[in-house]
């Protein structure tokens, strides 16, 4: 009889024990999140004093955990800023336009639904099969130009992650026969605007993980995103591989993209091959010329100054 109870006791316990693992793993991946992120903006200087952030929101889970993050940040940064979340409905077919105002207006978030029906212009455009991505992008950053302008936004915040900067580096590697990736900030192409992308240090499996627990209403694209057959598709998952095999090289080609040795590539603009000549002086940063493996150079690089107030670390309780 005693075995019993016992084996109910247990069975009681189990889920309160589930529970507070799920909410210990939850708080663990919030604080990694907003270090990361804080880190992002101090690094790069993303927002500063009296900014107007324009967060762009498509629906998609990494624009809801940016909008979601920068709002819990700006209750504790060090400098005081505005955000507007901004949405371009391109009027693609079956699109719910009540999820993202009642969610906006129920999380209190000053917003702009912009209309414009750019799903006709790239349907009737590209040819069946072919990729729209790249004229569907053209379209919809014009207009977000626009609408910053009319906003009186001062920064344009996309969420862009981690590995969407090492996949644009490998694809222009790959297909474009250049070293160039995606920055977490530039000046817009048509010079007016600051366009930052505050989830740069941030790995896409976070932001799966982050939009499960906070259950945003995600929406589908029917666009682009249903286009499997795209090389970032295919690149994206190749580094997914890689990650399984062997954990940590997103993390080091993303760190690797700050910390270029101009002297040891060969861009003939960055550095002055034709007139190098022997200065009869050391250099320990030299080529070390017949070495195949540079293990010094794998060192981890040392945590810089954090933009928000110091969390605990992820393992701490």
């Given amino acids: ?23 210990h793993e939850a708080n663990k991946l919030s604080k990694r999140l907003h270090r990361q992120v804080g880190q992002a903006i101090a690094d ?3 927002i500063e004093a009296g900014d107007k952030v324009m967060v762009c929101l498509s629906g998609g ?5 940016l909008l979601d993050i920068l709002l819990s940040l700006r209750e504790r940064a060090p400098v005081p800023f505005d955000i507007v979340a ?3 409905d391109q009027k693609q077919p ?6 993202l105002p009642e969610y906006l207006a129920g999380r209190g978030v000053p917003f702009h639904i912009e209309e414009q029906d750019t799903y006709s212009v790239v349907k009737r455009l590209i040819p069946e099969g072919k990729t729209m991505c790249s004229l569907c992008s053209r379209l919809r950053r014009g207009i977000l130009y626009r609408v910053a302008g009319e906003l009186g936004a001062t920064k344009i ?10 996949v644009t580096l490998l694809m222009n590697m790959f297909f474009g026969s250049r070293l160039k990736g995606m920055p977490p900030k530039l000046v817009s192409d048509d010079g007016r605007h600051v366009v930052i992308r505050p989830l740069a240090y941030v790995a896409e499996t976070d932001l799966e993980r982050w939009a499960a627990h906070r259950r945003f209403p995600i929406i589908p694209c029917t666009l682009c995103g249903s ?3 795209l090389q970032r598709v295919q690149v994206k998952k190749m580094i997914r591989e890689w990650e399984r095999q062997q954990p940590g090289r997103i993390a080091n080609m993303l760190t690797a993209m700050g910390r270029i040795v101009p002297s040891h590539m060969m861009d003939r603009k960055l550095y002055p091959f034709e007139t190098l000549v022997p200065t009869g002086v050391a250099d320990a940063g030299g080529d070390k010329a017949f070495d195949e493996d540079d293990d010094e150079g794998c060192a981890p690089v040392a945590a810089p100054v954090r933009w928000t107030a110091r969390q605990p670390n992820d393992d701490d309780d």
């Fill in 1 to 23: 009889m005693n075995d019993m109870t016992d084996a109910e006791a247990a069975l009681r316990e189990a889920p309160a024990t589930v529970s507070r693992k799920a909410a």
């Fill in 157 to 166: 915040a996309l969420g862009h992650h981690r590995d969407d900067m090492v």
């Fill in 94 to 99: 079956g699109f719910p336009e009540h999820v």
């Fill in 44 to 46: 790069f200087n993303m």
């Fill in 61 to 65: 889970k990494d624009s809801y955990s």
């Fill in 86 to 88: 901004v949405n371009l």
């Fill in 227 to 229: 286009q499997d057959n």
